[in-house]
């Protein structure tokens, strides 16, 4: 087993880490932002 390989290996693992957690944080912000959205469309109807 050549030890550049095994690097290799490694690099992925960790860059579809890295790629999971950016698209988790990206995920959460979209999903406040719908909820944030939503509840202003409520707020509206509620007083109309």
Avoid: F, H, Y
């Avoid at 959460?28 to 944030?36: A, G, P, Q, S, V």
């Avoid at 202003?40 to 109309?48: G, I």
């Amino acid at each position: 087993e050549c030890p550049a390989v095994q690097m290799e290996g490694l690099d992925s693992e960790r860059l579809k880490q890295d790629i999971l957690d950016e698209m988790r944080t990206e995920l959460t912000k979209l999903k406040e932002k719908l909820i944030d959205a939503i509840r202003q469309e409520l707020s509206k109807s509620n007083t109309a």
